[in-house]
């Protein structure tokens, strides 16, 4: 048996008709920049997510971007977030001259503890970006009381998280502003980069939109020098198809899951854990095993095909070395990495595919132990 790491042909499949036709129109209207679909998707998104405005983008890496610059974030700013994430949550902070300061994670659902957070914050602490990390919430409560008591803001990166709840409400909605990625793989993807920015807040909403727009006020005015970080009208024409299935494939998520937490029950790996507050939509279904390194090559070898998100914590990375951290200074974090391994999971993986790789898990350990 071959068992992909992730199947987006299966998600985009049944609906090409629609994403052609939707396509089609874009072409017809040759309205590729700025174009109606944009403000579409934008209203549907912040609609799904709870909030009041959302603005589309060209990333989530520029969708991070943007929301820092929204908050005030300036060079010289630290921002408090977690060295287990992707690369470019850290990115956004550096560009801006910002400096990140990484506080360990909790051992149980990989993201920020928050009972760390308190010692690392300095005079210069502006901002926290907890990551809602493999598609689950990260405990925002006491992170955002953290924040109310310290004057920060609090960005949620919530690019692996569309449609996670906490406590009810929905990722991206908890806190000053919400980032996404449309990254094709992400729970919601596009055909190419896309990304968006929600939040509550008028005057940052419209701020980022210039900001992302050349700094616009009108055609040739601009307020202030921006980026070009605009979200493609094709792209929004084809997400805005998309995020009608999401829901739908978040539950199929959720019960693939469910089956691996079954089948996975008596194996000696660590599975994934659902506090009482998240709802998870599984954008990852990660393990935890000692003998990672092992376990990957033998699910390899029979046709499983697995990721690591990610092996090297961000303090660790050479890209961040001028930080001056080393290793030791986030153990948790640090092993972690050293053990998580992330199985195949997509809307619509079969339960007979999911019992082969429990099956294969499972003679691993009987072979080792
Ligand atoms: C994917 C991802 C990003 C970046 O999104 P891009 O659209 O690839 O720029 C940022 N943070 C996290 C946690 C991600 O998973």
Known sequence: MQIPFMDLEMQNKPLMLDIEKAMKEVIARSDFISGDAIQYLEEEFASYCGVKYAVGCSSGTSALHLALLGCGIQAGDEVITTPLTFIATTEAISQIGAKPVFVDIDPETYMINPSKIEAAITKKTRAIIPVHLYGQCADMDPILSIAKQFNLKVIEDAAQA??????????????????????PGKNLGAFGDAGMVVTNDEKMAAYMRALGNHGRTAKYEHFIEGYNYRLDTLQAAILRIKLRELDKWNALRRQAASIYNDQLSAVDITLPVEPKYAQHVYHLYVIRSSERDRLKTYLHEHGVSVGV??????????????????RGDF????????????LPMY????EAEIE??????????????
């Open 347 to 350: 809307p619509g993986i079969k």
């Open 162 to 183: 569309h449609g996670a709840l906490y406590n009810g409400k929905k990722a991206g909605s908890l806190s000053d502003v919400g980032c996404f990625s449309f990254y």
């Open 309 to 326: 998100h990610y092996p090297i914590p961000l303090h660790l990375q050479p890209a961040c070395s001028y930080l001056g951290y080393s």
């Open 331 to 342: 153990p948790i974090a640090e092993q972690v990495a050293n053990e998580v391994l992330s």
């Open 356 to 369: 082969y790789v429990a099956s294969i898990l499972s003679k691993f350990c009987g072979d080792t132990n």
